[in-house]
């Protein structure tokens, strides 16, 4: 059930600004440095798990009609062990009022063996996220699942974002 889910939320999150991606694009890309925190919570016995902090460089290229898309690299660790993880991001957003944007993105994140595990930990999920444009950049709350792609074993996380503009 959630890697059905979950596998819409990513075909959709790529291919929902087909026909805007077509069109030419209005302004050059931004770059921003961001950073978040994240409480996640187990979906199979519904406990909390070690929130975390995630650090990443993000590039939004902007697209005609108000849509943008976003590509980012960072990594991740939880705030109760120094175990840094890889994270990619990408996915669309749409500016659906003057200081409101939505948007949908796909994740994943590679976790090196630590602690003497025999393989790296892949985990692959979507989100969703509100979007508010601030005097620096933005502030944002993506709140998605995430599926660890060995066990099956579901996520849902609520984060809070903030990207600072560098360019």
């Given at each position: 059930m959630?890697?059905?889910?979950?596998?819409?939320?990513?075909?959709?999150s790529?291919?929902?600004?087909?026909?805007a991606?077509?069109?030419?694009?209005?302004?050059?890309?931004?770059?921003?440095?961001?950073?978040?925190?994240?409480?996640?919570?187990?979906?199979?016995?519904?406990?909390?798990?070690?929130?975390?902090v995630?650090?990443?460089?993000?590039?939004?290229?902007?697209?005609?009609?108000?849509?943008?898309?976003?590509?980012?690299?960072?990594?991740?660790?939880?705030?109760?062990?120094?175990?840094?993880?890889?994270?990619?991001?990408?996915?669309?957003?749409?500016?659906?009022?003057?200081n409101?944007?939505?948007?949908?993105?796909?994740?994943?994140?590679?976790?090196?063996?630590?602690?003497?595990?025999?393989s790296?930990?892949?985990?692959?999920?979507?989100?969703?996220?509100?979007?508010?444009?601030?005097?620096?950049?933005?502030?944002?709350?993506?709140?998605?699942?995430?599926?660890?792609?060995?066990?099956?074993?579901?996520?849902?996380?609520?984060?809070?974002?903030?990207?600072?503009?560098?360019?």
């Amino acid at each position: 059930m959630y890697r059905l889910a979950l596998l819409v939320l990513c075909v959709a999150s790529l291919f929902v600004p087909l026909t805007a991606l077509a069109e030419e694009v209005h302004t050059a890309p931004s770059v921003f440095v961001t950073t978040s925190v994240g409480y996640p919570i187990a979906l199979k016995t519904g406990t909390a798990l070690p929130p975390g902090v995630a650090h990443g460089l993000a590039v939004v290229v902007p697209i005609k009609n108000g849509w943008g898309y976003l590509a980012e690299v960072g990594a991740t660790t939880s705030f109760t062990a120094m175990r840094p993880s890889l994270m990619l991001i990408t996915g669309p957003s749409k500016k659906v009022a003057p200081n409101f944007i939505l948007g949908a993105s796909i994740f994943y994140k590679l976790t090196p063996p630590y602690d003497g595990a025999t393989s790296s930990t892949h985990v692959l999920g979507g989100s969703i996220a509100p979007i508010i444009p601030i005097a620096i950049g933005s502030l944002s709350l993506p709140t998605g699942i995430g599926v660890n792609l060995a066990t099956g074993d579901p996520t849902l996380a609520f984060n809070l974002k903030l990207a600072v503009k560098v360019n």
